[in-house]
């Protein structure tokens, strides 16, 4: 690949998204990135990977895009503090819909902002080798797609902002352009609030009959499978339903595990409290 005129400064390059995109810049010739970090942790493992770090101070004013790559709580901050710092007709990207939808980023009249987050890869992917079998966040050989909205800013900054989401988050086989409401109705509402917590209680399932003397592995195999082909049965993955047993069975279980009126997350009042406790300390 040949050089673009796009230099990126990926902030917070050490940190746990932040090494992830590090690894895909790193195999790419096309872009001129500044790794900038400051914590022990992240400069550690910028050090065990080779990579020279650039302060932000220098690395900021010159970059078409700046992408930050850090925690939510401290996002708002650190944004007011490179934002003002950026070139006009620059790019600021973020990883999460949770401090934009918040009112935390700092903006510009002559800056866009495009967010982009990895949709991880699907359960049903099928993956030709054990490592990306095993590749379950992405970002190195299973491939995943990918969501992006522009925030604010023009077309060309979307563009842009794309093509950039779509090399440091490969390899990705669609991008699903959306808005910032959509994502933040995608995460947290859908993914952390609704689906994460159905399977934490899952997983509380599984300790509680384990403790009551059924085999730890036995149990294991026994909700794993069932998953599997519970979630191909209700997403369509194949011709099937569940049996009429099964289904008198959820009937009954949805009243005992949730409460009336639980559909309210997916309301962006409800969201923006979401995503404020996210954002707050």
Not at 131 to 136: P, S, W, Y
Not at 213 to 239: S, T
Not at 240 to 262: C, M, N, Q
Request: proline share 5%.
């Amino acid at each position: 690949m040949s050089k673009s005129n796009n230099m990126i400064a990926l902030i917070g390059a050490g940190g746990k998204m932040g090494c992830r995109l590090t690894d895909n810049f790193r195999k790419r010739d096309d872009y001129t990135v500044h790794y900038v970090e400051i914590s022990p942790t992240g400069l550690e493992n910028l050090r065990q990977r080779g990579v020279d770090v650039t302060d932000a101070a220098s690395a900021v004013p010159l970059a078409d895009v700046v992408i930050l790559a850090v925690p939510d709580v401290a996002i708002g901050r650190i944004s007011h503090d490179l934002v003002p710092k950026m070139k006009p007709g620059a790019l600021l990207m973020t990883l999460d819909p949770a401090a934009p939808l918040d009112g935390q980023i700092a903006s510009r009249p002559d800056v866009g902002c495009v967010i982009a987050h990895p949709c991880h890869p699907s359960v049903f992917n099928w993956e030709p080798t054990e490592q990306g079998f095993r590749d379950f966040y992405g970002g190195v050989s299973a491939k995943q797609a990918i969501v992006c909205a522009l925030m604010s800013g023009s077309e060309a900054d979307y563009q842009l902002g794309e093509r950039v989401a779509t090399d440091m988050y490969s390899p990705v086989s669609r991008v699903h352009r959306i808005t910032l409401e959509q994502m933040a109705i995608l995460e947290p509402a859908l993914v952390e609030t609704l689906a994460q917590t159905c399977m934490e209680v899952v997983r509380e399932g599984y300790d509680t009959i384990v403790a009551k003397g059924v085999p730890a592995d036995a149990a294991r195999d026994f909700v794993l499978g069932h998953l599997r082909i519970q979630i191909a049965v209700l997403f369509k993955e194949v011709n099937g339903t569940f049996s009429d047993a099964a289904y008198k069975i959820s009937k009954r279980a949805k009243p005992v595990l949730f409460r009336e009126g639980w559909k309210k997350i997916f309301e962006l009042d409800d969201i923006r409290e979401q995503v404020r406790d996210i954002t707050t300390k």
